[in-house]
């Protein structure tokens, strides 16, 4: 199983991302997919998940605030997170995450800074 995270970089405060995972070894549909990250401030925490396999219900991390999406396609088993309003608080290492038959895979994180 290989996830592959990319689109972060440099941003000023108020701008936008767009990052991207590509899974490989294993369906974005066989259970919980989501974003987790790192920051400065605290231990890794909940992005945004979709919370069952191949369904709608998503999850957001309580400061999001309407300001992030998530998606996935499976026909090309890659997921997105379009991240807007970008604050320097978000400065951090992204991580995407598969949860499937109790086993976490983790893709390698990809760094997020935002400038104020």
């Known amino acids: 199983v290989q996830l592959q995270a990319s689109g972060g970089g440099l941003v000023q405060a108020g701008g936008s991302l767009r990052l991207s995972c590509v899974a490989s070894g294993i369906r974005l549909s066989s259970g919980s997919v989501g974003w987790y990250r790192q920051t400065p401030a605290k231990q890794r925490e909940l992005v945004a998940v979709?919370?069952?396999?191949?369904?709608?219900?998503?999850k957001y991390g309580d400061f999001v605030k309407g300001r992030f999406t998530i998606s996935r396609t499976f026909s090309n088993n890659v997921m997105y997170l379009q991240m807007n309003d970008l604050e320097p608080e978000d400065t951090g290492v992204y991580y995407c995450?598969?949860?499937?038959?109790?086993?976490?895979?983790w893709g390698q994180g990809t760094l997020v800074t935002v400038s104020s």
């Open positions: 979709f919370v069952t396999g191949g369904g709608s219900n998503i």
């Open positions: 995450n598969v949860h499937s038959r109790r086993t976490d895979y």
